[in-house]
């Protein structure tokens, strides 16, 4: 599946639009990453375990977004948007949302 936050793929027409598609995933903060991360902020660099888990959780988003888009007939999304938000009481989850419009390429 194509994917780009652009509105069109160069060089490739789009000729039907199926409509919005998206993904999400949630993710829980796991303890041992956040002592990590405690540790990393005090002595400073990056905190890996975050890193890795933001890239898994978009990955998975991005993965549903196109499942959805290829049942639809979709040879490509447009438009793709990710958005990270944390939930839960203290914070402890973190969700990537993907979405953009599945479109038919000529």
């Given amino acids: 599946m194509i994917t780009s936050t652009t509105p069109n793929i160069p060089g490739r027409e789009s000729v039907e639009s199926l409509g919005v598609v998206s993904g999400e995933a949630i993710i829980g903060a796991h303890i041992f990453r956040d002592i990590f991360a405690s540790i990393t902020n005090i002595i400073g660099g990056r905190a890996g375990g975050y890193e890795k888990a933001l890239r898994q959780?978009?990955?998975?988003?991005?993965?549903?977004?196109?499942d959805e888009a290829k049942a639809r007939g979709a040879e490509a999304v447009v438009g793709v948007d990710l958005d990270y938000e944390t939930l839960g009481p203290d914070n402890g989850m973190m969700m990537v949302t993907a979405s953009g419009t599945a479109v038919r390429l000529a």
């Fill in 57 to 66: 959780a978009r990955d998975i988003a991005i993965q549903e977004m196109c």
